[in-house]
């Protein structure tokens, strides 16, 4: 990465999202659909007249702010969060609850005929699911072609994770946020360091700030190089 590349005066093109008893949200390029998707009423609210599958799949890799998107459909619907689906679970959605699903994939916590079962009920019922995966329903093969077909035919959208430019942009604004004075080579080396997600980026920024009060003076690299070790560690 060269230095060049950055400088202070590049424009953001981030929004924040308060979420309650959450840390603000970063809606960027990079995630916008999928926002759009989550605050989209006319299909929570309105399933029967539109006529839909209550269901969305959110799906991207791991860092890229799955679980902040879930919070904010949490935060607009009671929901019931679950990371696998039992029996038991047909029994919930028969009372037409609303479902965040995390780490949706084939596998022995899905077993694909509760799957279709669990969907069916959650349709027939007027719920609702949000799923959470590292893969599109495309990239997903269950052994029954129905359950496949189902899945594929519901809305979707991919959330990628940041490019260096856009996660140096955040950084700089969370820093002055915070009113943390970091030069430009501290800021990329950080971004040179650390997982290429907002939440990392955020970690590290509050632990400097904490490292900055206590030692009253200008952070140093051995500083950044102490906490991006811890953050890493974590």
């Avoid at 759009?36 to 799906?59: E, Q």
């Avoid at 039992?86 to 009372?95: G, V």
């Amino acid at each position: 990465m060269k230095t060049k590349t950055f400088n202070y005066q590049l424009a953001l093109p981030l929004t924040f999202k308060t979420l309650k008893n959450r840390e603000n949200f970063i809606v960027s390029e990079c995630n916008q659909s999928a926002v759009k998707l989550i605050d989209n009423i006319d299909f929570w609210k309105n399933r029967k007249r539109i006529n839909s599958i209550p269901a969305i799949l959110i799906h991207g890799p791991s860092g890229c702010g799955k679980t902040h998107i879930s919070s904010i459909f949490e935060q607009q619907n009671s929901c019931i969060n679950l990371s696998s689906i039992i029996t038991k679970d047909i029994r919930l959605a028969e009372k037409g609850n609303n479902f965040i699903i995390d780490n949706f994939s084939p596998g022995k916590n899905f077993p694909p005929e509760i799957v279709m079962h669990f969907l069916n009920e959650v349709t027939y019922n007027s719920g609702s699911v949000l799923f959470l995966s590292r893969f599109s329903a495309f990239d997903m093969q269950w052994e029954l072609d129905d359950l496949n077909s189902r899945l594929r035919s519901i809305m979707s959208c991919e959330i990628k994770l940041p490019d260096e430019m856009l996660l140096y942009s955040f950084l700089v604004k969370y820093a002055d946020d915070k009113k943390l004075i970091l030069t430009d080579k501290q800021c990329i080396y950080i971004i040179e360091r650390v997982e290429r997600s907002f939440e990392t980026i955020i970690k590290i920024i509050d632990n400097l700030d904490i490292v900055s009060l206590e030692i009253k003076r200008k952070l140093t690299f051995d500083n950044l190089h102490d906490v991006i070790d811890s953050v890493n560690e974590n």
